[in-house]
């Protein structure tokens, strides 16, 4: 069975907690460990907060989309924008690089969403913004697997 949650909210830094919280809300019926809980918060965080920063560059007029869709235990995450678009997603995925070293940013968001989720896909254009889909398999679904 296929659970499908979408939300949109104004890109102002202070519903990055709110993005953050609805998500794990919602993905708690598929009973995740504290763990997974954890590092679906921390890559919601860092992708919304990416559309905010870099994407919109702080328009308060913008908007961000988040998809989730909830199916045989895996949580499937879609986090984009209409901003700006990445000029160089290889450079931009890389370690460490940042676009805003002047907020001290720590150029680590795609690192950590990269290392959090199962699957991370961006794909990025001038025209149309940032979508980044993401795949976390729960340890629940695992278990049933086996």
Known sequence: MKNVMNLQFSALSQNESFARVTVA??????????????????????????AIIHGYENDPDAVVYISVELEEGAAHITIRDKGKGIENLEEARQPLY??????????????????????????????????????KYLTTSKALCN
Do not use: C, H, W
């Not at 919602?26 to 990416?50: C, H, R």
């Not at 913004?129 to 795949?135: A, E, K, L, P, Y």
């Open 98 to 135: 940042t676009t805003k070293p002047e907020l001290e940013r720590s150029g680590m968001g795609f690192t950590i969403m990269e290392n959090f989720m199962d699957y991370v896909d961006i794909q990025s254009s001038r025209e149309t913004g940032t979508s980044i889909r993401m795949t």
């Open 25 to 50: 809300a919602f993905i708690m019926q598929l009973d995740p460990t504290m763990d997974e809980l954890t590092e679906i918060k921390t890559v919601v965080s860092e992708a919304v907060t990416n």
